[in-house]
């Protein structure tokens, strides 16, 4: 089995910057695309970022150069950086991971993490 262990949610105010992080562990042979989702109330779950293993970086326009997405293949963990937080942003983000392991290759979600934006 892989367990995805998110952290880093908060409150902020407007302007704010948070970031959040999510590890793997389990048995598995390689992680491939590492990504963070986020669901706001209401609203279908969307695509945040993603950072494949083979490199580079894709962002939804909603957060494109207010976030950053990276990963620490040594650690096992992906990371989110959000700058300039806007009330827009509030949601539950989820990380998810495609893993290489013992039954093949899969998606795992973590069990998301409360960001809310508020004065």
């Known amino acids: 089995q892989v367990q995805l262990v998110e952290s880093g949610g908060d409150l902020v105010q407007p302007g704010g910057s948070l970031k959040l992080s999510c590890a793997a562990s389990g048995s598995f042979f390689s992680i491939n695309d590492m990504g963070w989702y986020r669901q706001a109330p209401g609203k279908q779950r969307e695509l945040v970022a993603i950072v494949p293993s083979g490199g580079g970086t894709i962002y939804s326009n909603s957060v494109k150069g207010r976030f950053t997405i990276s990963r620490d293949n040594a650690k096992n963990s992906v990371y989110l950086q959000m700058n300039s937080l806007k009330p827009e942003d509030t949601a539950v983000y989820y990380c998810?991971?495609?893993?290489?392991?013992?039954?093949?290759?899969?998606?795992?979600w973590g069990q998301g993490t409360q960001v809310t934006v508020s004065s």
């Open positions: 998810n991971v495609e893993v290489h392991w013992a039954q093949g290759v899969m998606h795992f």
